[in-house]
Antibody, heavy 123, light 111 residues
């Protein structure tokens, strides 16, 4: 059974940093790209960042580029999101999600989601 | 980048059917999309992948009541025999050049 468990959320002040973790199990972690997707209170889903299985390909949404850093440790079956210079608008539940890639269609989508961890940025 | 347009809300009676629409922006009408369900207070759950041909592939454990279809730039999610647990937000998602895009979501209310 695929399981994704996020941790590391909490209350921080604007300008501070936070590191989120996502522990994966139930699949061959190193062969899948992983995503972070966030959801502000009462709002929809927003993709934040992606990392390929080998960490060769990393991408960020414009809203977080230069402030957030995604990484992974395949030996620990974990993916991380280092969040620096946090702003009030970064307040959201952050979900870790597994990406399913279709090479024949050149397409990907998220197929499993964690339960999320809440990040609140407030003074 | 593609834009996905969804209506904000839909409602239908218990036991009836509801059809949700996700419309791809101009120039992206052949894109594959995915549907996700988010019940109140819970994480999203993948429902299915939907292609322009009308082919859809459901995720593990998704009930037969959920089906997909397509017409041009529109991708549809139909929920038949609507149950109380189907009351949720439904998001479509697509991918383009290493970027994931989500629609704004449709809130389904079961009357």
């Amino acid at each position: 059974e695929v399981q994704l468990v996020e941790s590391g959320g909490g209350l921080v002040k604007p300008g501070e940093s936070l590191r989120l973790s996502c522990a994966a199990s139930g699949f061959t972690f190193s062969t899948y790209s992983m995503n972070w997707v966030r959801q502000a209170p009462g709002k929809g889903l927003e993709w934040v960042s992606s990392i390929s299985g080998s960490s060769s390909y990393i991408n960020y949404a414009d809203s977080v580029r230069g402030r957030f850093t995604i990484s992974r440790d395949n030996a620990k079956n974990s993916v991380y999101l280092q969040m620096n210079s946090l702003r009030a608008e970064d307040t959201a539940v952050y979900y870790c999600a597994r990406a399913l890639w279709y090479s024949s269609s050149w397409y990907a989508h998220n197929d499993y989601w964690g339960q999320g961890t809440l990040v609140t940025v407030s003074s | 980048q593609p834009v996905l347009t969804q209506s904000s809300s839909a409602s239908a009676s218990l036991g009836s059917s509801v059809k949700l629409t996700c419309t791809l922006s101009s120039g992206h009408s052949t894109y594959i999309i995915a549907w996700h369900q988010q019940q109140p207070g819970k994480a999203p759950r993948f429902l299915m992948k939907s292609e322009v041909s009308g082919t859809y592939n459901k995720g593990s454990g998704v009930p037969d009541r959920f089906s997909g279809s397509s017409s041009g730039a529109d991708r549809y999610l139909t929920i038949s025999n609507l149950q109380s647990e189907d009351e949720a937000d439904y998001y479509c998602e697509t991918w383009d050049t290493n970027t994931y895009v989500f629609g704004t979501g449709t809130r389904v209310t079961v009357l």
